[in-house]
Protein backbone atom coordinates (compact mmCIF):
# COMPACT_ATOMS: atom_id res chain seq x y z
CA UNK A 1 0.00 0.00 0.00
CA UNK A 2 1.07 3.41 -0.52
CA UNK A 3 2.27 5.43 2.21
CA UNK A 4 0.27 8.30 0.93
CA UNK A 5 -3.10 6.70 0.91
CA UNK A 6 -5.36 8.17 3.35
CA UNK A 7 -7.02 4.79 3.66
CA UNK A 8 -3.61 3.94 5.15
CA UNK A 9 -3.47 6.70 7.47
CA UNK A 10 -7.07 6.08 9.11
CA UNK A 11 -5.11 2.93 10.08
CA UNK A 12 -2.34 4.19 11.50
CA UNK A 13 -4.13 6.84 13.26
CA UNK A 14 -6.89 4.21 14.72
CA UNK A 15 -3.76 3.06 16.80
CA UNK A 16 -3.87 3.07 20.16
CA UNK A 17 -1.10 4.82 22.04
CA UNK A 18 -1.07 2.97 25.27
CA UNK A 19 2.20 0.95 25.61
CA UNK A 20 1.72 -3.19 24.82
CA UNK A 21 3.03 -3.93 27.71
CA UNK A 22 0.90 -2.49 30.48
CA UNK A 23 -1.50 -5.62 29.90
CA UNK A 24 -2.70 -5.28 33.25
CA UNK A 25 -4.13 -1.83 32.59
CA UNK A 26 -5.73 -3.44 29.37
CA UNK A 27 -7.40 -6.19 31.34
CA UNK A 28 -8.73 -3.78 33.52
CA UNK A 29 -11.15 -1.52 30.96
CA UNK A 30 -12.58 -4.63 29.14
CA UNK A 31 -15.76 -5.82 30.97
CA UNK A 32 -15.08 -9.38 31.11
CA UNK A 33 -12.24 -8.81 33.22
CA UNK A 34 -12.97 -6.35 35.16
CA UNK A 35 -12.36 -6.89 39.10
CA UNK A 36 -15.69 -6.33 40.67
CA UNK A 37 -15.64 -3.55 43.20
CA UNK A 38 -16.82 -3.96 47.02
CA UNK A 39 -20.83 -3.64 47.70
CA UNK A 40 -21.70 -0.63 49.22
CA UNK A 41 -24.25 -0.38 51.89
CA UNK A 42 -27.60 1.79 51.35
CA UNK A 43 -27.30 4.39 54.00
CA UNK A 44 -31.08 4.33 54.62
CA UNK A 45 -29.95 0.23 55.70
CA UNK A 46 -28.16 0.98 58.55
CA UNK A 47 -30.86 0.17 61.63
CA UNK A 48 -29.80 3.06 63.98
CA UNK A 49 -29.93 5.53 60.70
CA UNK A 50 -33.63 4.27 60.26
CA UNK A 51 -34.48 4.21 64.17
CA UNK A 52 -33.01 8.04 64.46
CA UNK A 53 -35.09 8.71 61.10
CA UNK A 54 -38.44 7.14 62.09
CA UNK A 55 -37.97 8.90 65.66
CA UNK A 56 -37.00 12.07 64.21
CA UNK A 57 -40.12 12.11 62.05
CA UNK A 58 -42.29 11.01 64.77
CA UNK A 59 -41.35 13.42 66.97
CA UNK A 60 -41.94 16.76 64.43
CA UNK A 61 -45.20 15.63 63.63
CA UNK A 62 -46.01 15.27 67.39
CA UNK A 63 -44.53 18.74 67.71
CA UNK A 64 -46.19 20.54 64.82
CA UNK A 65 -49.70 19.05 66.42
CA UNK A 66 -48.62 20.41 69.58
CA UNK A 67 -48.14 23.81 67.96
CA UNK A 68 -51.44 23.67 65.93
CA UNK A 69 -53.23 23.06 69.07
CA UNK A 70 -51.76 25.35 71.33
CA UNK A 71 -52.67 27.72 68.40
CA UNK A 72 -56.28 27.06 68.10
CA UNK A 73 -56.49 27.96 71.72
CA UNK A 74 -57.66 32.06 72.55
CA UNK A 75 -55.40 31.91 75.32
CA UNK A 76 -51.89 32.87 73.75
CA UNK A 77 -49.60 30.56 74.73
CA UNK A 78 -45.44 30.38 74.42
CA UNK A 79 -44.49 27.88 71.89
CA UNK A 80 -40.90 26.74 71.78
CA UNK A 81 -39.05 27.68 67.74
CA UNK A 82 -39.68 24.22 66.30
CA UNK A 83 -36.11 23.61 64.28
CA UNK A 84 -34.58 23.88 67.74
CA UNK A 85 -36.96 21.29 69.36
CA UNK A 86 -36.58 19.18 66.36
CA UNK A 87 -32.74 19.10 66.65
CA UNK A 88 -32.94 18.51 70.36
CA UNK A 89 -35.27 15.11 69.95
CA UNK A 90 -32.88 14.00 66.56
CA UNK A 91 -30.08 14.24 69.49
CA UNK A 92 -32.34 12.08 72.13
CA UNK A 93 -32.88 9.84 69.59
CA UNK A 94 -29.65 9.51 67.93
CA UNK A 95 -28.34 9.03 71.27
CA UNK A 96 -31.26 5.94 71.76
CA UNK A 97 -30.50 4.54 68.46
CA UNK A 98 -26.51 4.33 68.90
CA UNK A 99 -27.06 1.77 71.86
CA UNK A 100 -26.81 -1.91 71.10
CA UNK A 101 -29.66 -3.75 70.41
CA UNK A 102 -28.65 -7.59 72.36
CA UNK A 103 -29.46 -7.12 75.88
CA UNK A 104 -28.37 -9.91 78.24
CA UNK A 105 -30.96 -11.53 80.30
CA UNK A 106 -31.47 -9.93 83.86
CA UNK A 107 -29.84 -11.69 86.80
CA UNK A 108 -31.88 -13.86 88.45
CA UNK A 109 -33.70 -12.24 91.93
CA UNK A 110 -32.08 -14.61 94.94
CA UNK A 111 -34.43 -14.36 97.56
CA UNK A 112 -32.41 -14.16 101.40
CA UNK A 113 -32.63 -17.61 103.22
CA UNK A 114 -35.47 -17.71 105.88
CA UNK A 115 -33.86 -17.35 109.33
CA UNK A 116 -35.59 -20.48 111.41
CA UNK A 117 -37.66 -19.23 114.32
CA UNK A 118 -36.75 -20.90 117.62
CA UNK A 119 -39.76 -22.85 118.38
CA UNK A 120 -41.05 -22.35 122.48
CA UNK A 121 -39.34 -25.31 123.65
CA UNK A 122 -35.75 -23.93 122.37
CA UNK A 123 -36.91 -20.11 123.80
CA UNK A 124 -38.18 -21.63 127.55
CA UNK A 125 -34.93 -23.85 127.77
CA UNK A 126 -32.61 -20.63 127.08
CA UNK A 127 -34.92 -18.39 129.42
CA UNK A 128 -35.57 -20.95 131.87
CA UNK A 129 -35.62 -18.92 135.65
CA UNK A 130 -32.96 -20.18 138.01
CA UNK A 131 -33.63 -22.64 140.86
CA UNK A 132 -34.11 -19.57 143.98
CA UNK A 133 -30.94 -19.95 146.41
CA UNK A 134 -31.29 -20.57 149.62
CA UNK A 135 -30.74 -17.71 152.30
CA UNK A 136 -27.68 -18.66 154.10
CA UNK A 137 -28.61 -19.67 158.00
CA UNK A 138 -26.81 -17.59 160.63
CA UNK A 139 -24.14 -19.19 161.66
CA UNK A 140 -24.49 -19.79 165.58
CA UNK A 141 -23.34 -17.56 168.60
CA UNK A 142 -23.39 -17.12 172.15
CA UNK A 143 -23.43 -21.02 172.88
CA UNK A 144 -26.45 -21.75 170.05
CA UNK A 145 -26.80 -24.40 168.30
CA UNK A 146 -28.43 -24.35 164.77
CA UNK A 147 -31.62 -24.70 165.70
CA UNK A 148 -31.84 -22.04 168.54
CA UNK A 149 -29.93 -19.41 166.49
CA UNK A 150 -32.44 -20.19 163.54
CA UNK A 151 -35.18 -19.19 165.72
CA UNK A 152 -33.26 -16.70 167.21
CA UNK A 153 -33.00 -14.69 163.48
CA UNK A 154 -37.19 -15.27 163.30
CA UNK A 155 -37.41 -13.43 166.35
CA UNK A 156 -35.01 -10.33 165.30
CA UNK A 157 -36.25 -10.58 161.74
CA UNK A 158 -40.14 -9.95 162.78
CA UNK A 159 -38.69 -7.31 165.12
CA UNK A 160 -37.24 -5.77 162.35
CA UNK A 161 -40.18 -5.57 160.17
CA UNK A 162 -42.55 -4.22 162.90
CA UNK A 163 -39.86 -1.70 163.34
CA UNK A 164 -39.46 -2.06 166.70
CA UNK A 165 -36.36 -0.54 168.49
CA UNK A 166 -33.02 -2.75 169.41
CA UNK A 167 -33.73 -3.09 173.28
CA UNK A 168 -37.22 -4.67 172.12
CA UNK A 169 -35.35 -7.56 170.39
CA UNK A 170 -33.49 -8.25 173.24
CA UNK A 171 -36.34 -7.96 175.67
CA UNK A 172 -37.67 -10.24 173.28
CA UNK A 173 -34.60 -12.81 172.88
CA UNK A 174 -34.22 -12.64 176.27
CA UNK A 175 -37.82 -13.87 177.38
CA UNK A 176 -37.80 -17.03 174.39
CA UNK A 177 -34.44 -18.11 175.88
CA UNK A 178 -35.99 -18.31 179.46
CA UNK A 179 -39.26 -19.57 178.67
CA UNK A 180 -38.12 -21.90 176.35
CA UNK A 181 -34.78 -22.44 175.77
CA UNK A 182 -35.03 -20.94 172.25
CA UNK A 183 -36.82 -24.25 170.88
CA UNK A 184 -40.21 -24.33 169.53
CA UNK A 185 -41.93 -26.32 171.95
CA UNK A 186 -45.44 -28.54 171.91
CA UNK A 187 -47.28 -28.98 175.09
CA UNK A 188 -48.38 -32.25 176.72
CA UNK A 189 -51.68 -31.10 177.67
CA UNK A 190 -52.41 -30.10 174.28
CA UNK A 191 -51.92 -33.42 171.69
CA UNK A 192 -53.24 -31.36 168.89
CA UNK A 193 -49.71 -28.78 169.29
CA UNK A 194 -47.84 -32.45 168.15
CA UNK A 195 -49.28 -32.10 164.31
CA UNK A 196 -47.29 -29.12 164.27
CA UNK A 197 -43.40 -28.72 163.47
CA UNK A 198 -42.03 -29.15 167.15
CA UNK A 199 -38.80 -29.16 168.56
CA UNK A 200 -39.84 -30.77 171.88
CA UNK A 201 -42.39 -30.61 174.55
CA UNK A 202 -42.93 -29.17 178.29
CA UNK A 203 -45.58 -29.48 180.78
CA UNK A 204 -46.30 -26.11 181.91
CA UNK A 205 -49.92 -26.18 181.91
CA UNK A 206 -50.74 -25.50 178.07
CA UNK A 207 -48.02 -23.25 177.30
CA UNK A 208 -46.68 -23.73 173.88
CA UNK A 209 -44.32 -22.18 171.17
CA UNK A 210 -40.97 -20.38 171.39
CA UNK A 211 -42.93 -18.06 174.19
CA UNK A 212 -44.87 -20.56 176.37
CA UNK A 213 -48.16 -18.58 175.41
CA UNK A 214 -51.23 -19.82 176.66
CA UNK A 215 -53.67 -20.07 174.21
CA UNK A 216 -56.32 -19.97 176.86
CA UNK A 217 -54.99 -16.81 177.99
CA UNK A 218 -56.28 -15.48 174.78
CA UNK A 219 -52.77 -15.30 172.66
CA UNK A 220 -54.07 -17.36 169.60
CA UNK A 221 -54.69 -20.82 168.36
CA UNK A 222 -52.28 -23.70 168.99
CA UNK A 223 -51.98 -23.36 165.39
CA UNK A 224 -51.07 -20.08 165.31
CA UNK A 225 -48.67 -20.27 168.49
CA UNK A 226 -46.64 -23.21 167.11
CA UNK A 227 -45.81 -21.08 164.06
CA UNK A 228 -41.93 -18.97 165.56
CA UNK A 229 -43.04 -16.08 163.53
CA UNK A 230 -46.70 -15.55 164.47
CA UNK A 231 -45.61 -16.36 168.38
CA UNK A 232 -42.79 -13.55 167.89
CA UNK A 233 -45.23 -10.85 167.01
CA UNK A 234 -48.29 -11.32 169.39
CA UNK A 235 -45.13 -11.02 172.00
CA UNK A 236 -43.87 -7.72 170.17
CA UNK A 237 -47.77 -6.14 170.21
CA UNK A 238 -48.60 -7.23 173.45
CA UNK A 239 -44.61 -5.06 174.56
CA UNK A 240 -46.06 -1.93 172.57
CA UNK A 241 -49.25 -1.97 174.96
CA UNK A 242 -47.03 -1.58 178.19
CA UNK A 243 -46.78 2.46 178.85
CA UNK A 244 -42.82 3.20 179.28
CA UNK A 245 -41.62 0.06 178.67
CA UNK A 246 -38.53 1.36 176.69
CA UNK A 247 -37.28 2.61 180.04
CA UNK A 248 -37.55 -0.43 182.04
CA UNK A 249 -34.88 -3.24 182.93
CA UNK A 250 -34.71 -6.31 180.68
CA UNK A 251 -36.34 -8.30 183.39
CA UNK A 252 -39.38 -5.61 184.28
CA UNK A 253 -40.11 -5.11 180.56
CA UNK A 254 -40.40 -9.33 179.78
CA UNK A 255 -42.70 -9.78 183.36
CA UNK A 256 -44.80 -6.81 182.57
CA UNK A 257 -45.14 -8.88 179.18
CA UNK A 258 -45.40 -12.82 180.27
CA UNK A 259 -46.80 -12.13 184.02
CA UNK A 260 -44.10 -15.22 185.01
CA UNK A 261 -44.27 -16.93 188.86
CA UNK A 262 -40.40 -15.68 188.53
CA UNK A 263 -40.09 -12.40 187.50
CA UNK A 264 -36.08 -12.26 187.93
CA UNK A 265 -35.08 -14.88 185.76
CA UNK A 266 -35.14 -13.40 182.82
CA UNK A 267 -32.44 -10.86 183.64
CA UNK A 268 -29.49 -13.74 183.26
CA UNK A 269 -29.90 -14.00 179.61
CA UNK A 270 -29.78 -9.96 178.49
CA UNK A 271 -25.65 -10.26 177.69
CA UNK A 272 -25.91 -13.20 175.55
CA UNK A 273 -29.29 -11.81 173.78
CA UNK A 274 -27.08 -8.55 173.07
CA UNK A 275 -24.66 -10.36 171.28
CA UNK A 276 -27.35 -12.72 169.42
CA UNK A 277 -29.04 -9.46 168.34
CA UNK A 278 -25.36 -7.94 167.16
CA UNK A 279 -24.68 -10.96 165.08
CA UNK A 280 -28.20 -11.16 163.25
CA UNK A 281 -27.70 -7.46 162.60
CA UNK A 282 -24.30 -6.74 161.38
Not at 18 to 34: L, N, W, Y
Not at 138 to 147: C, E, H, I, S, Y
Not at 205 to 225: E, I
Not at 228 to 235: G, K, T, V
Request: a neutral charge.
Amino acid sequence: MHPDDPNDQKLTNARPTTPTGDAASTERTIGRHRAPEPPRRPLLSSTPVRVALATSVTCCLSLVAVATARGSDDTPRTVEPLAEAVADRAAIAEERASRSLDRDAAPARILPTPTATPTPAHTAARKAPKKPVKPRRPRPVAGLDQAQMDNAKIIVDVGLEMKMPRRALVVALSTAMQESNLYNLASAVLPESFDYPNQGSGSDHDSVGLFQQRPSSGWGTVAQLMRPSYAARAFYSALNEIPGWQDMSVTAAAQAVQISAFPDAYAQHEDRATTVVAALTA
